[in-house]
């Protein structure tokens, strides 16, 4: 994978659940924390908690996105990147994998 050119401290990840069929994580990104380089092995379903500006990172270009407290998003296998807190206050969201 990638390397950023500038590593981020991490963000805080629990499993809240890992039955086989589905893995939930809750990530919890203090400003200027990151995921860490990732690929989805599976179609993810993405539950912001709360709204805040993301910075994404996919090796090729970084862009920014919103997220919105309750508005789900949904990211196809295969997608590769690293997710950052661009926000002043920290940001949470739970990310459902489907096996």
Do not use: C
């Amino acid at each position: 994978m990638p390397a950023p050119s500038t590593p981020r401290p991490a963000g805080v990840a629990t499993v809240q659940l890992d039955d086989g069929r589905v893995k939930v994580t809750q990530w919890r990104l203090a400003p200027g924390t990151a995921t860490g380089w990732h690929r989805h092995a599976h179609d993810t379903i993405v539950v912001p908690i709360t709204g805040g500006r993301l910075q994404v990172d996919d090796g090729r270009e970084t862009r920014y996105a919103e997220l919105t407290a309750g508005q789900s998003y949904s990211r196809p296998m295969g997608v590769e990147h690293d997710v950052g807190n661009a926000s002043d206050h920290e940001i949470v969201f739970v990310e459902i994998e489907l096996r």
